[in-house]
């Protein structure tokens, strides 16, 4: 059974769903978007299949490989290859949906946590509030850009 941790977060945003996808959707794009990322490089997965290469702004490094592209439903899931402890089989989905004259952007993801979080940093003590203010961070910068 499944009982890996797992959390959504979504924010309303004034745009249309399309104006968000078109940024989202580029794999290699967290770094014009997200704060917390300073580098992404695209390369062919192992196996097949797309991953991308991040640096973090504090210099971390994780790899994630592109296990879904829904480019009609506007959704996109993915997975992390490497990356800091403390977490494993992580897996997120990242979807765009019209809404109320303009877009909600929901975020998801589930993982197994194995110690504490010291590896990314922000003051959080748990893998849950670290991963969650990851997404937070991502969601208040498209508010930023867009409106909420």
Request: charged content about 25%.
């Amino acid at each position: 059974r499944n009982t890996m941790p797992k959390f959504s977060i979504s924010t309303k945003l004034a745009v249309p769903a399309d104006a968000v996808w078109q940024i989202v959707s580029q794999f290699d794009g967290l770094p014009e978007w997200h704060p917390a990322v300073d580098s992404s490089e695209v390369e062919p997965a192992p196996g097949g299949g797309t991953m991308r290469r991040i640096k973090l702004a504090g210099g971390t490094m994780v790899v994630e490989r592109l296990t879904q592209l829904d480019e009609s439903g506007h959704a996109f899931g993915y997975e992390v290859l490497e990356g800091p402890p403390p977490f494993k089989n992580h897996r997120a989905r990242f979807r765009v949906k019209d809404a109320d004259g303009g877009c909600e952007v929901e975020w998801t993801a589930e993982f197994e946590g194995i110690g504490p979080v010291a590896a990314l940093g922000g003051g959080a003590t748990d893998m849950m509030g670290a991963m969650r203010a990851m997404f937070e961070n991502g969601l208040e910068a498209f508010r930023k850009m867009f409106g909420g």
